[in-house]
């Protein structure tokens, strides 16, 4: 068996089209300018290449970004009332705090700070909250677990009753997509480093999703034949072979799982375009909700 892979890069870029095309639509009915605002604190160059990717995102959607930095040094109080401002701006519709943030910030309080309609990351407290709540619905789900269930659903469109299995807990991955697959009806499972027999847990999943930041950790016979497997790492090997003298590998060994699973992430290519498409259609949307509330 070889897996079909399920182009991210691909599907995101059809994502980012009709939101392009939405904006134009929405601009040229006499509606302003959709606007995302960008904070980032500190000179983590990964987080500066992850905001400059945001904001080029926006451009080609039409979609206003309005950028702020602060230094490594700002005080929780400069990082809140900063975002308090953006939240009394009319032009911005979507407020986006880069983590993580500098050691000393209180992350939650930030977070906190951002208006629930511009909280287009879905990091709000509230917003999480509601995602764990039956019968209650956040105004906008992490960006990154939207991105899987979407490419999870582009294979698997009913996924009630199958067992999903989730390696990794963390707030911005693991934790939301398991609630978004709880919420589909799936039966699911979080593995983490204290997980009993993992790869035998593993072997029962019909859904793997992989988000544990660990470089090819699960092996092609951890895999269910026939499995949908979504891989959310992102992880730099050394290879000397290549011109930068590494190469980004995913938290599932390719290689071994494309004979096995039904279903395939790659990486790159796979989840990571997703991200930034589902963050500018949530800027659009938190657009048109600020309209409506006028």
Request: net charge neutral; charged share 20%; glycine share 8%.
């Amino acid at each position: 068996m070889t897996a079909q892979l399920i182009d991210g890069s691909a599907i995101a870029e059809q994502i980012r089209a009709q939101v392009k095309a939405e904006v134009a639509e929405w601009v040229a009915a006499g509606h302003p300018t959709p606007g995302l605002a960008t904070v980032l604190v500190g000179d983590n160059p990964a987080s500066a290449v992850y905001v400059r990717s945001k904001q080029k995102a926006c451009a080609e959607a039409g979609i206003q970004s309005f950028g702020h930095t602060l230094p490594a040094t700002a005080s929780q109080q400069e990082v809140e009332d900063l975002v308090r401002r953006l939240n009394a701006d009319p032009a911005v519709n979507g407020i986006l705090v880069q983590l993580p943030l500098p050691a000393g910030l209180d992350e939650e309080g930030v977070l906190s700070a951002i208006s629930l309609e511009k909280d287009v990351d879905g990091f709000h407290p509230v917003n999480m909250g509601r995602l764990a709540q039956k019968g209650r619905d956040p105004l906008f789900v992490p960006c990154t677990p939207a991105g899987c269930m979407y490419l999870l659903q582009s294979v698997q469109p009913h996924i009630e009753g199958l067992n999903a299995v989730v390696l990794g807990r963390s707030n911005i991955v693991g934790m939301p997509v398991a609630l978004l697959l709880v919420r589909a009806n799936a039966t699911v499972t979080i593995c983490h480093s204290r997980t009993r027999n993992l790869a035998d847990v593993v072997r029962q999943a019909d859904v793997l999703i992989a988000a544990v930041g660990r470089a090819e950790m699960v092996r092609g016979d951890w895999i269910k034949p026939g499995a949908i497997v979504i891989d959310v790492g992102i992880n730099r090997v050394e290879d000397p072979s290549r011109p930068k003298g590494y190469r980004l590998v995913g938290d599932v060994a390719f290689e071994e799982a494309k004979e096995v699973a039904g279903f395939l992430t790659p990486v790159p290519g796979g989840v990571g375009p997703m991200t930034i498409a589902m963050l500018i259609r949530n800027t659009l949307t938190a657009a048109q909700w600020a309209a409506a509330k006028k």
